[in-house]
């Protein structure tokens, strides 16, 4: 179903993530600011380091720079109780609150919280593991798709087959180029999974994707948020400021409230019939040029915790499911995890490695 001219007011999500940098009275500031920019949806990200990376992960090449990722993963852990304080001050503002897990533990924090829904980001979209526990939890759930293919996002749903989903069409690139979003895919994920869907943008213009995806369907939109883009955060290169979050916001509210030949009209004569048919795209679903490198990559795959010598037994203290990035090799897939816990390794296995089929006995 198309929103033009239904009244329908699609969900909006400010994305401030880790942006706060662990200062509680800089995440309040920002959930009132992103509020009053026309935010319902306030979203944070539950960190443990070891969760998402491996120590020997190295520099990861990131809008601000080369990044030591998992040192700086680690100076933005933050207790449950920070995030529970920001939850209430969304919740008083009248917004929802919302947080990605990335492992068990941050999972089972977030789920005491008694959040409204859970999202998960388009890294995690393979992480089985941690998709069956979100599935037993039964709360709705956004679903980032960025660096997939079709078959990605179908093994996903197949493992959240008990909770409402929203899937998030999404580009893992940083900024991630308007003219490679495709928003015709929307119209394709929906007819295929049956299931609202909408966009979850790393494109730095305030108007243009969140526009055009209203032409295909989109019911939510996530932008990341910042006070300033200068501030220091890992995602605020490409966020938003308060003035042009606001932009943002109020022009989705007031293009949902035209017909379909009213929008194109309006879009044309923004930004050029040309421009909007190629962020249209030819609507099927593909890697886009940008995240090609990142696949297999940002998102997850065995590795090894530590070193493990030939004949130690595979288990949940030597090994981990995590996100790959540059410098490590990829393992197996998350899938096959319940099938190498509990096998010798075949060979000695260095940390951080990847795990793989010849690794194990």
């Not at 959930?31 to 979203?43: F, L, P, R, T």
């Not at 990131?62 to 001050?89: A, N, Q, R, Y």
């Not at 955060?233 to 009213?262: N, W, Y």
Request: aromatic share 6%; charged share 25%.
């Amino acid at each position: 179903m198309n929103t033009a001219n239904s009244g329908f007011q699609p969900e909006i999500i400010a994305e401030i993530g880790t942006s706060h940098g662990g200062d509680l009275k800089k995440a309040v500031e920002m959930v009132h600011a992103a509020v009053e920019s026309g935010a319902n949806w306030i979203k944070f990200q539950h960190v443990y380091a070891e969760e998402i990376i491996h120590p020997d992960t190295g520099l990861v090449d990131l809008p601000g720079g080369p990044t030591p990722l998992f040192d700086v993963f680690k100076s933005l852990e933050v207790k449950p109780d920070f995030l529970l304080h920001l939850k209430e001050v969304t919740e008083k503002c009248n917004a929802r609150f919302l947080c990605s897990p990335f492992g068990e533990r941050s999972l089972a924090e977030i789920n005491d919280m008694h959040p409204l829904a859970l999202k998960v980001a388009s890294p995690e979209l393979n992480h089985f593991p941690l998709l069956d526990k979100i599935n037993r939890i039964g709360l709705p759930v956004f679903l980032s798709t960025g660096v997939s293919q079709i078959e990605d996002i179908k093994d996903a749903a197949a493992h959240l087959p008990d909770v409402p989903l929203t899937l998030l069409h999404c580009i893992t690139s940083y900024p991630a180029p308007e003219d490679e979003y495709n928003l015709g895919v929307l119209e394709s994920l929906r007819e295929t999974f049956q299931v609202p869907v909408g966009v979850s943008d790393h494109s730095r213009d305030p108007l243009l994707v969140p526009l055009v995806s209203l032409l295909y369907g989109s019911v939510c939109h996530e932008k990341h948020f910042t006070l300033s883009r200068s501030d220091g955060g890992l995602d605020d290169p490409v966020a938003l400021i308060p003035e042009d979050f606001c932009r943002m916001t109020k022009s989705i509210q007031e293009f949902s409230t035209l017909s379909r030949e009213e929008q194109y009209r309006n879009l044309f004569d923004l930004f050029g019939k040309a421009r909007v048919v190629t962020v249209a795209g030819d609507g099927i679903k593909k890697l886009a040029p940008s995240e090609t490198g990142n696949y297999g990559r940002t998102n997850r795959s065995i590795h090894s915790l530590k070193e493990i010598n030939k004949g130690e037994t595979l288990n949940a203290k030597n090994c981990a499911v995590l996100r790959t990035e540059k410098n490590l090799s990829p393992g197996l897939s998350p899938r096959y995890w319940d099938k190498i816990i509990g096998k010798q390794a075949a060979r000695s296995i260095t940390s951080g490695q990847g795990i793989t089929w010849p690794d194990v006995e």
